[in-house]
């Protein structure tokens, strides 16, 4: 097994469209998995009758295998279909963003929320102006642990056809050739440190003007 240079020169092209792919799969799934965690987080935050239900329903999501994931909601969401792969990874974000949203709010002191009453903010003032800002910090954790967890998972959608850097990675397995393994894996990499390096970054300057504007 030996490095080709000439190959990645050859085949930018295939390359990009991989990398595109999977950046458009990750963006997709972790944005879908952020709109179904947020109102499931504050169901199980505010009702805690429903929190284990919850909790248990996105535990279960997580621990499934990911290609028997795929084989189980194929004929719900179509064979070999981007409906598949979006609703498969999404599902992998939810234990992740529910726990981190919840860690938030339940961290917010009774103190506050005694302020929040005694300046006259209803309850969805005080959940909007006071909780949801002061559980971002969790919030950004969990999406930063989401995203690098989906940018690995992807590579797995390329047994149904997608993939994005995957199907370069199993073109190399395909043919013992080492090239396409390393250039999948190593972009896989750096697309993950990326994702993980954004969220970190939005938190900082996100979290920091709300401190400077409160």
């Known amino acids: 097994m030996s490095w080709a240079g000439t190959w990645v020169a ?3 092209s295939l390359i990009l469209d991989a990398l595109g792919q999977h950046v458009e799969l990750v963006a997709i799934a972790v944005a879908a998995g952020l709109a179904v965690s947020l109102p499931l987080g504050l169901l199980a935050w505010r009702f805690h009758r429903v929190r284990g239900l919850i909790l248990g329903f996105t535990g279960l999501l997580y621990t ?3 290609i028997a994931l795929f084989v189980l909601i194929q004929p719900v969401t179509g064979y070999f279909s981007l409906t598949t792969a979006e609703v498969a990874l999404s599902g992998y974000t939810l234990l992740i963003l529910v726990r981190n949203l919840l860690t938030g ?3 917010v002191g009774d103190e506050v929320h005694e302020a929040a009453v005694a300046m006259g903010y209803s309850p969805f003032q005080q959940l909007v102006r006071i909780y949801l800002p002061l559980a971002l ?3 950004y954790a969990g999406l930063r642990v989401a995203t690098v967890t989906v940018v690995g998972l992807v590579t797995i959608t390329a047994f149904i056809g997608l993939g994005g850097l995957g199907k370069v990675i199993l073109l190399g397995f395909a043919d013992y050739f080492y090239t396409p393994v390393v250039v999948g894996l190593v972009l896989s990499i750096l697309l993950a440190a990326l994702g993980d390096a954004l969220f970190a970054a939005l938190a900082r300057v996100t979290v920091r003007w ?3 504007r409160g």
């Open 105 to 107: 709010l339940d961290g």
């Open 10 to 12: 050859a085949n930018q």
């Open 64 to 66: 499934i295998p990911s």
């Open 210 to 212: 709300r401190m400077v």
């Open 137 to 139: 910090p969790a919030l």
